[in-house]
């Protein structure tokens, strides 16, 4: 989810930049609504799947939600790579490209979760308090690790407002740096790590909830090793220390 992009802002008249930055509003807006719909859907709070796509067995709807698994991965990753983005903005502004990034990935996960087919099958239920209190503090930790993640390097960088903001601005964008603050100094990929906490840490596990776990398992998996390859060769030596120093997922642990 990394942004390594450098450009330049182009000059241009305030009515188009002013447009920009009110598009950059609306992707967060609706990034961040998907995102708090994922949380809910996989607390509970909101059931899964309140479309009108409709499958009456369980082959059917494991294929529907795994083939919404895969686009949902597939525009997340293909998007975020620097070949892409070398060729999107040809087309859009790059003050726009993070935005619109965000917004279609917000799209994507609202897709996802408005087609999932329900699989109420249960695959495990915790019925003692004192457990049941400790994987939803274990649940929220997950996703507030997530939020607080995007904070340790630039959250507005990286849902595309600051780009439209230096741009409303005339100012050039400057990439942010390579950190190791905060849990960076334990986890190459915090957001990542933090979003399999949430999605796996429930004392109610569905059969449909096991298949969005897993999928997005795999994603991270797939998504972190294209992720690194980038990283690597943007930041040379500097990551590969890093790789070297700090888990993927976990801090590693030292003799």
């Known amino acids: 989810m990394s942004t390594i992009r450098t450009h330049t802002q182009s000059t241009t008249g305030y009515r188009p930049r002013a447009a920009i930055f009110a598009y950059s509003i609306v992707a967060y807006a609706l990034g ?20 009108p796509l409709e499958t009456t067995t369980t082959a059917g709807a494991l294929a529907v939600n795994a083939t919404l698994v895969v ?15 070398d060729w999107w903005t040809r ?24 087609l999932w087919q329900p699989m109420p099958s249960t695959i495990w239920s915790v019925s003692g308090p004192l457990a049941r209190g400790f994987i939803w503090a274990l649940f929220a930790s997950g996703w507030l690790y997530l939020v607080a ?17 230096l741009h409303l601005r005339e100012r050039p964008y400057t990439p942010v740096p390579f ?9 190459r990929h915090p957001m990542m790590a933090g979003i399999l906490v949430g999605l796996w840490a429930t004392p109610e596990m569905r059969a449909d909830h096991l298949v969005l776990a897993t999928g997005f398992t795999a994603y991270v998996a797939i998504g972190v090793a294209f992720e690194e390859r980038e990283l690597a060769g943007h930041f040379g ?11 993927a997922l976990l801090p590693r642990l030292r003799a």
């Open 237 to 247: 030596n500097e990551y590969r220390r890093y790789c070297r120093e700090v888990g």
């Open 71 to 85: 686009l949902f991965g597939v525009q997340h990753s293909v998007m975020a790579r620097q070949r892409f983005k």
């Open 149 to 165: 993640a995007t904070f340790a390097t630039n959250h507005f960088d990286l849902f595309g407002l600051r780009q439209a903001w």
């Open 32 to 51: 961040m609504t998907a995102l708090v719909w994922l949380v809910a859907s996989a607390a509970g709070l909101c059931p899964f799947g309140t479309g």
């Open 91 to 114: 087309s859009v502004p790059p003050a726009a490209e993070r935005s619109t990034y965000v917004l279609t990935a917000g799209l994507a996960l609202g897709l996802l979760l408005w």
């Open 179 to 187: 950190v190791r603050h905060w849990m960076y100094r334990y986890s």
